[in-house]
């Protein structure tokens, strides 16, 4: 049904800005809701974001609120998250992720609502 790639990841110093891709594939790209999660070195993974399948609805995390944002182009079946003012606590493997939404505008915050997900990209900030 869908399958996702990211890109983008990297190393970064403190108060750097990164921008993660998620190029996505299938015949109803538009009619999915989607999300990026976390997971740093020790930890379980997290949310970090999310956004109904036509951009009008987005959700955060109080950790990164203000600092990311999340948008998609579903012209171009792709989402990306926009990191400013990094922090060393944001080091963690990023994850897409994304699920059926029909028509529904709604945003998902748990880990067991996404049913598709990419392989995650590594985001190192350094001191």
């Known amino acids: 049904q869908v399958q996702l790639v990211e890109s983008g990841g990297g190393l970064v110093q403190a108060g750097g800005s990164l921008r993660l891709s998620c190029a996505a594939s299938g015949r109803t790209f538009n009619m999915y809701y989607m999300g990026w999660f976390r997971q740093a070195p020790g930890k379980e993974r997290e949310f970090v974001a999310a956004i109904s399948w036509n951009g009008r609805s987005t959700d955060y995390a109080d950790s990164v609120k203000g600092r990311f944002t999340i948008s998609r182009d579903n012209a171009k079946n792709s989402m990306y998250l926009q990191m400013h003012s990094l922090k060393p606590e944001d080091t963690a493997v990023y994850y897409c992720?994304?699920?059926?939404?029909?028509?529904?505008?709604?945003?998902?915050?748990?880990?067991?609502?996404?049913?598709?997900w990419g392989q995650g990209t590594q985001v190192t900030v350094s001191p």
């Open positions: 992720a994304a699920d059926w939404a029909g028509d529904s505008v709604i945003t998902a915050i748990k880990e067991y609502e996404y049913e598709y």
